[in-house]
């Protein structure tokens, strides 16, 4: 069974950094791309970057690129988000995820997530 627990949450600072991390068990770890997603209140979900199962080949949302990094740690099956210049937007519940496909489906994991709070 798939786990994703996120953790390293909390109160931040406008202009202060944050580093979450996520632990997956029950998967091949090495062999799946990993994301991170972003819920604000009242927002829809949205994705904020992501990672090939290499840590090869990165992508991230417009509003935070320059400003967050993606990177993972095969060895210890974990993905991290290192978050710099920390906005008021960037307030929300980050989720971890990862998709595993099935023939021509697939399904989503997805942690518990992480509250991150941007205030003064």
């Known amino acids: 069974q798939v786990q994703l627990v996120e953790s390293g949450g909390g109160l931040v600072q406008p202009g202060g950094s944050l580093r979450i991390s996520c632990a997956a068990s029950g998967v091949t770890f090495s062999s799946y791309a990993m994301s991170w997603y972003r819920q604000a209140p009242g927002k829809e979900r949205e994705l904020v970057a992501s990672?090939?199962?290499?840590?090869?080949?990165?992508n991230y949302a417009d509003s935070v690129k320059g400003r967050f990094t993606i990177s993972r740690d095969n060895a210890k099956n974990t993905v991290y988000l290192q978050m710099n210049s920390l906005k008021f937007d960037d307030t929300g519940v980050y989720y971890c995820?990862?998709?595993?496909?099935?023939?021509?489906?697939?399904?989503?994991?997805w942690g518990q997530g992480a509250q991150v709070t941007v205030s003064s």
């Open positions: 995820n990862t998709r595993r496909w099935f023939g021509a489906s697939y399904r989503d994991y």
């Open positions: 990672i090939t199962n290499t840590g090869g080949t990165t």
